[in-house]
């Protein structure tokens, strides 16, 4: 059984920094697409970044020049740094992962990690 378990959020000033973490597991084969989404309180889940296996990085249009999304190291591993967080920043952040096993391929979403911006 594949899980997707996100990691870091937590409490944060307004124009601090945090770093998101993404592990998978429960599959011997590698991810081979890594995206971020996140859910603002009463809103539905939008999408900030994505880091396809090309390595063209894309980010949604409030995430672009603060939030940078990258791999680890490790195959199933990935990384969203947050600068210049504000208020709106604030939500549940999610981890999606696209895995392919041969010509099939599987889409897991994390629970969630919640990122709190004060002021």
């Known amino acids: 059984q594949v899980q997707v378990v996100e990691s870091g959020g937590g409490l944060v000033q307004a124009g601090g920094s945090l770093r998101l973490s993404c592990v998978v597991s429960?599959?011997?084969?590698?991810?081979?697409?890594f995206a971020w989404y996140r859910q603002i309180q009463g809103k539905r889940r939008e999408y900030v970044a994505r880091i396809p296996n090309s390595g063209a990085t894309q980010y949604s249009p409030s995430a672009k020049g603060r939030f940078t999304i990258s791999r680890g190291s490790a195959q199933n591993r990935m990384y969203l740094q947050m600068n210049s967080l504000n208020l709106e920043d604030t939500a549940e952040y999610f981890c999606?992962?696209?895995?392919?096993?041969?010509?099939?391929?599987?889409?897991?979403w994390g629970k969630g990690t919640l990122v709190t911006v004060t002021s």
């Open positions: 999606n992962a696209v895995i392919w096993t041969g010509s099939r391929a599987g889409n897991y």
């Open positions: 429960g599959t011997g084969f590698p991810v081979n697409e």
